[in-house]
C-alpha cells in the first residue's frame, strides 16, 4: 500500500540500531528541522587515520528522519570521513529506497546534513551540505 | 447542507491512485465555491481597471464593485460604517497594522499586554517585536488542563491595568471558543484596549463586532470561501481617525507636497497602493454565498460534525484527541497517534486522499504547552460529511497497520 513506508523504513524507526550514545565520542552535532520538529543529535567516534570507528545517534521525529539516521551510520562505520562528505542527497535516497517530496526531503536528509556538520566542525548546518 | 460540496469545484477531483480528494485543513485555507471564482474571472474578463483614481466606465465600475464589497463584508460581521473596514492583506498584517501604527504610539516603556498561550504565531510574533522595541511587557492567561482561558487568571492579569489584551477567538489547535463577549467587557472595565484574532472564528459562526464591543478584529478572507491576498482589519472609528499611518504611498493620501502629506480619510488612510481588487470582489462575493446558507447553520452543522469526529476518532487505538469539550469548541479536532510522528499519519492519510494538517500550525508554544512537538489536525467546513469522518478514521487504522 504505502510505498513510502517500506518495511526497512518501519523497522528502524521501531528497532534502531544505531540509537544511543557512545563513549569517548570526538565530533557531534546536533540540529533539527523546525517545519516538523524532527531533531537529530549524531555522535562518532573517529580515529587518528579520520576512519569512523563507533556511531550513534539520538532524537525524535518522523519515521523518515530516524530511519534515515540509522541507515546512514549504519553505512557509514568503517568509513573514512573523506567519504562521507562526499555523500549526496541520493546516496540517502537509495538507502531509503523511495522517492520523496521536497517537505519529506528535509526530514530524510536531516542526518546527513548533521553528520556533514560534525564532520567539517561548523557552528551550524546549512542546507548546501546536502544539494547535489 | 448536504449538497453544499456540490457549489466547490476541487471537491471533484481525484488526487492519489485515483481516489476523491478529503479535504480536511479548511483551517489552514478553505475552499472557494464555483460563485467566487467566477466573480473573480469576470472582474478581468470584463471590468479591470484601477479604483479610486480613473474617471471612465471601467474604473468607476471596478470602484463600486470594491467599495460593495467593503459594505457587505462589514454587514457580515454587523458592522455598518465603512471607514471601520479595512482592507489588509489577511489576519498577520492587520494584527500587524495595529502593533506598528496605534500600539506603538500609545504604549511606553513597562506597558503590559496581555495575551494568551494559544494564539497563533500572527497574534503574537507583532507583539514580541514591539516589545523589544519598546521596553513592554508581555504576559499571558493560563490555560485550563482541558484548554480553555482560565479567567480567574485573567482578572489578576487585568489588576495590572494592561493597555492591550490581544487574544484569539477560536484556537486553530485546541478548536477552543473563548467566552470573548464577557473578556472584552472585563478589559474595557480594566481601562484596556482589545484585539479579536477572529481568523477562525468569522469563518464558521455569525460574528457581530458591534455586539462584542471589540476595539480591533482581524480576519482572513482565504479561510472563510474567499481568495487568498486579502483580509479585514475592523476598528473602532475613533480609534482608526487618531492613529498614525501605516504605509506611504498613493490612494492613503488626500494631498502632497515634495516635503509633507496630508493623509486620507478612513478607511483609505490605511490602504497605501493599489489593492487586491479582483480579491475584494470575490470577498464580497464569498460573504454573500456563506449569507445564504447562513452562519448559525454552518456553526450547527461542524459542530454536530465535531462532535461525531471526537466520538469516532477515540474508538481509534492510540489517539488522544487535544481540546475541551465539544460545547466549547469549532470545527477541528487536534490529535496524536501514539508511537508515531504526525507528519508519518499525514502522509499515510494522503496516499489515501485525505488531506489534513501536521505540524506545530504555527503555534509552537501552545504545543510546548502540550507536551508535543507536533500534532495532527482534522478541520472541518460546510463542505465536509460524515462520510470524511469515517474516511479519516478508516485511514487511521491504516496508519496503525503500517507501524501495526
Ligand atoms: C487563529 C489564527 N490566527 C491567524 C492566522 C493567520 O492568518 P493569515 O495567515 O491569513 O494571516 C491563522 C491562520 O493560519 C489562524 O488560524
Redesign the pocket.
Known amino acids: 500500500m504505502d510505498d513510502l513506508y517500506r518495511e526497512i523504513i518501519v523497522d528502524r524507526y521501531k528497532n534502531p540500531r544505531f540509537k544511543g550514545t557512545i563513549q569517548g565520542g570526538n565530533v557531534n552535532f546536533e540540529d533539527e528541522n523546525p517545519l516538523c520538529g524532527d531533531q537529530i543529535r549524531i555522535d562518532l567516534k573517529v580515529d587518528e587515520f579520520g576512519t569512523i570507528v563507533e556511531a550513534a545517534y539520538d532524537g525524535h521525529g518522523c519515521a523518515i528522519s530516524q530511519a534515515s539516521a540509522d541507515l546512514l551510520l549504519e553505512s557509514v562505520i568503517g568509513k573514512n570521513v573523506e567519504i562521507v562528505k562526499k555523500m549526496t542527497k541520493q546516496d540517502i535516497l537509495d538507502m531509503l529506497g523511495i522517492e520523496l517530496g521536497p517537505v519529506r526531503l528535509k526530514c530524510a536528509l536531516l542526518p546527513l546534513k548533521v553528520i556533514k556538520a560534525g564532520i567539517y566542525g561548523l557552528k551550524a548546518a546549512d542546507d548546501s551540505l546536502v544539494d547535489d | 447542507m448536504n449538497k453544499v460540496h456540490m457549489d466547490f469545484p476541487i471537491l471533484k477531483r481525484l488526487v492519489k491512485a485515483g481516489k476523491h480528494l478529503i479535504y480536511l485543513d479548511s ?2 485555507t478553505s475552499q472557494k465555491p464555483l460563485v467566487v471564482i467566477d466573480a473573480m474571472d469576470a472582474y478581468y474578463k470584463e471590468m479591470n481597471a484601477n479604483i479610486h483614481r480613473g474617471v471612465h466606465a471601467l474604473a468607476e465600475e471596478a470602484t463600486q464593485a470594491y467599495e460593495s464589497a467593503r459594505m457587505r463584508i462589514g454587514d457580515f460581521i454587523g458592522v455598518k460604517d465603512p471607514r471601520e473596514i479595512i482592507f489588509t ?5 492587520s494584527i500587524n497594522l495595529v502593533a506598528k501604527t496605534w500600539a506603538r504610539q500609545a504604549l511606553g516603556k513597562d506597558d503590559l499586554i496581555i495575551l494568551t498561550p494559544m ?2 504565531h ?2 503574537l510574533v507583532p507583539w514580541q517585536i514591539l516589545a523589544a522595541e519598546k521596553d513592554l511587557e508581555l504576559d499571558f492567561i493560563d490555560l485550563t488542563p482541558d484548554g480553555l482561558l482560565d479567567l480567574n487568571c485573567y482578572e489578576r492579569l487585568l489588576e495590572r491595568k494592561p493597555k492591550l489584551v490581544a487574544f ?1 477567538h ?3 489547535v485546541l478548536g477552543t471558543i473563548n467566552p470573548v463577549k464577557e473578556m472584552i467587557s472585563m478589559a474595557h472595565q480594566a481601562g484596556s484596549v482589545t484585539l479579536l ?1 477572529a ?2 472564528s468569522v469563518p464558521h459562526m455569525s460574528v457581530n463586532m458591534k455586539e462584542l464591543d471589540v476595539d480591533f478584529a ?1 480576519f ?1 478572507a ?2 472563510m470561501c474567499g481568495p487568498t491576498g486579502i ?1 479585514i482589519l475592523y476598528g473602532k472609528a475613533e480609534l482608526l481617525s487618531g492613529m498614525p499611518v501605516f504605509l506611504g504611498g498613493g490612494d492613503m493620501i488626500k494631498k502632497v507636497a515634495l516635503r509633507s502629506f496630508q493623509p486620507n480619510d478612513l478607511p483609505h488612510k490605511f490602504e497605501a497602493g493599489t489593492p487586491p481588487i479582483a480579491e475584494a470582489i470575490g470577498f464580497g462575493v464569498a460573504v454573500d454565498y456563506l449569507s445564504g446558507i447562513g452562519m448559525d447553520q454552518i456553526a450547527a452543522y461542524e459542530r454536530e460534525l465535531t462532535a461525531y469526529a471526537i466520538e469516532r476518532l477515540e474508538e481509534v487505538p492510540g489517539v488522544t484527541v487535544y481540546g475541551p469539550k465539544v460545547e466549547d469548541r469549532g470545527g477541528l479536532v487536534s490529535f496524536t497517534l501514539e508511537g508515531i510522528h504526525p507528519h508519518d499519519v499525514a502522509q499515510i492519510l494522503d496516499g489515501e486522499g485525505i488531506a489534513i494538517r501536521a505540524g506545530h ?2 503555534a509552537m508554544p501552545l504545543h510546548q504547552n502540550l507536551g508535543i512537538t507536533a500534532s495532527s489536525r482534522a478541520s472541518f467546513y460546510l463542505y465536509n460529511t460524515r462520510a470524511d469522518v469515517d474516511a479519516l478514521v478508516d485511514g487511521l487504522y491504516k496508519v496503525n497497520k503500517v507501524f501495526h
Open positions: 483551517a489552514a492583506k489577511n489576519t498577520t498584517e494564539e497563533h500572527s497574534n484569539t477560536m484556537s486553530n484574532d481568523a477562525q482581524a482572513s482565504h479561510k483580509g500550525h504555527c
